[in-house]
């Protein structure tokens, strides 16, 4: 049974990783957000009495699980926002967005670093992020789940619900899409 303290300090270690990877799958910040949110409440009150090595897979079972119900939402969203969209023509998306808010603060880990180094990475860094987000979803969600959030291969298998040797083509596949992608637009790593 994991005390309070160890599912405080597993929720604090996933926090970052897990919201990337739902950052990855939804490709929205703010429900990114709240699916983690809300998938940190659902561990904690349905399976804080667990043991601490059960909780990671219960974890990533509950955000992937938290992704597809996004998704379910969704689409159920653009079925009514559609329909209602074509009653209130000329309306633009952008008409009260402040453009402030899409700068983003620096994060300021790397103070050593040069300016010029940080900026290279941060770039490198984005087009990896977009080029992950250019998967297909299966892909995305073993390579993240493998290679990110460091699971073995039968655990991302648990927890996509598929065989061992589909993660194995997935993740793969993901890998040699990544690395001719990359090298597309002149990356080495």
Same mark, same amino acid.
């Given at each position: @049974? /994991? ?15 897990? &919201? =990337? $990877?739902?950052? &990855? ?7 990114? +957000? ?8 659902? +561990?904690?009150? =349905? ?11 219960? &974890?990533?079972?509950?955000? $992937? ?18 329909? #209602? ?11 009260? $967005?402040?453009? +402030?808010?899409?700068?983003? /603060? ?10 010029? !180094?940080?900026?290279?990475? /941060? $770039?490198? *860094?984005?087009?990896? !992020? ?7 979803? %299966?892909?995305?969600? /073993?390579?993240? @789940?493998?290679?990110?959030?460091? #699971? ?7 927890? @996509? ?6 993660? =194995? ?8 899409? *990544?690395?001719?992608?990359? %090298?597309? %637009?002149?990356?080495?790593?």
């Amino acid at each position: @049974m /994991a005390s309070r303290s160890e599912l405080s300090a597993f929720l604090e270690s996933v926090e970052r990783r897990a &919201f =990337k $990877q739902a950052v &990855f799958a939804v490709r929205d910040e703010e429900a990114a +957000l709240d699916i983690v949110q809300d998938a940190m409440l659902r +561990l904690s009150e =349905k399976y804080g009495h667990r043991p601490a090595e059960e909780l990671p897979l219960l &974890f990533h079972r509950i955000v $992937q699980n938290a992704i597809r119900d996004w998704f379910r939402r969704q689409k159920v969203r653009s079925l009514w926002t559609t329909s #209602l969209s074509s009653l209130a023509p000329g309306r633009g998306e952008d008409e009260d $967005q402040d453009p +402030l808010e899409t700068l983003q /603060a620096a994060d300021g880990s790397n103070r050593e670093e040069a300016p010029a !180094e940080q900026l290279e990475r /941060a $770039q490198v *860094l984005e087009i990896i !992020e977009q080029e992950l987000a250019r998967l297909p979803a %299966r892909q995305r969600e /073993a390579f993240v @789940m493998r290679y990110w959030e460091e #699971l073995d291969v039968a655990e991302t298998a648990r927890v @996509m619900g598929c065989s061992e040797g589909s993660v =194995k083509t997935h993740c793969s596949r993901a890998a040699h899409a *990544l690395a001719a992608a990359l %090298r597309a %637009r002149g990356i080495t790593l």
